[in-house]
């Protein structure tokens, strides 16, 4: 099965033709539109090629700069589902989150471990059925995007498991807030918390992938957003997908990064969290 977060992030830096693509085109072109890049096209040697430009980071807005203080929770790569899903670790985590006054929990993609048995419709029920049996247990205010693993089911024509388990949560009075998207920025306290599921394109760094990506966003001078026409800057990166946990300050653009380890039990071996909490004086982050 194609990783579609993996091609859009390859197709931002190289041409494809379209055998390379690997998927049926419209497939492709409705999960590119809808994570907002611009397809563009060229001929080359009797060859069409396909190459992506982002257009913009969707921003919704939880707070402005007259809330001074924030305190939330990052995790991400719960594969839940997967053989070697720890309940009792994500369990743990999110009870020392509630123990510590934890109001928010953002959540960098792969929450499902997606398509893993020939009994599709039935591995969705109850991998949506264990998420719910777990989060109906912890009254946090949880933000969701999709990881590669979560979009896998949506390639085989079922709906978005996260969007289910956001309505099923609802129903008990749980707010999980779902987006489309795999990146996404948010405004806490003024300026952009961004959280993404980051595809590296080098296995060998995956500890400063995260940093890499950074540079990226700088380069392109997207470190910054707007919401009703106030620019806020980017402070807070988070990611998933790399498995491993590290947190890093890139003091040059002021973003402190952000990157959880997995719930899966043979990768617990470090924390599965991070929980961060500190104020915001004049778009600058102090950290508790």
């Known amino acids: 099965m194609v990783n579609l977060l993996h091609l859009c992030e390859s197709m931002t830096i190289r041409w494809y033709k379209e055998e390379e693509i690997n998927l049926p085109f419209k497939q492709f072109e409705k999960f590119a539109r809808r994570n907002h890049f611009f397809i563009k096209k060229r001929y080359e040697n009797g060859t069409t090629k396909y190459k992506l430009i982002r257009q913009f980071i969707p921003v919704y807005f939880i707070s402005g700069p007259e809330v001074k203080r924030f305190?939330?929770?990052?995790?991400?790569d719960l594969h839940i589902g997967h053989e070697k899903f720890s309940e009792k670790t994500l369990r743990a985590s999110l009870q020392?989150?509630?123990d510590n006054g934890?109001?928010?929990v953002f959540i960098a993609g792969d929450i499902f471990e997606g398509t893993c048995s020939d009994s599709c419709e039935t591995t969705y029920l109850q991998q949506i059925d264990l998420a719910y049996s777990i989060f109906k247990d912890y009254k946090f205010e949880y933000y969701a995007i999709n990881g590669n693993h979560d979009y896998s089911f949506e390639q085989i024509g079922l709906p978005n498991p996260i969007e289910r388990l956001a309505n099923k949560l609802k129903q008990v009075n749980i707010k999980f807030h779902y987006f489309e998207e795999y990146i996404m920025d948010f405004v806490i306290c003024g300026v952009i918390k961004r959280v993404m599921h980051v595809e590296r394109q080098d296995f060998n760094k995956q500890r400063i992938f995260a940093a890499l990506k950074i540079k990226y966003f700088e380069e392109?001078?997207?470190l910054s957003n707007t919401h009703n026409k106030t620019i806020y800057?980017?402070?807070f990166f988070q990611v998933g997908h790399i498995h491993v946990n590290v947190q890093m300050y890139y003091s040059k653009r002021k973003v402190f990064i952000s990157q959880s380890g997995s719930f899966l039990s043979s990768e617990c071996k470090e924390n599965r969290e991070n929980i961060i909490q500190g104020k915001i004086i004049d778009g600058?982050?102090?950290?508790n």
Do not use: G, Y
Request: proline content about 5%.
């Open 102 to 104: 934890v109001k928010m």
């Open 96 to 98: 020392k989150a509630q």
């Open 220 to 222: 392109e001078k997207m």
């Open 284 to 287: 600058k982050i102090f950290m």
């Open 233 to 235: 800057p980017v402070r």
């Open 71 to 76: 305190k939330f929770m990052d995790i991400a």
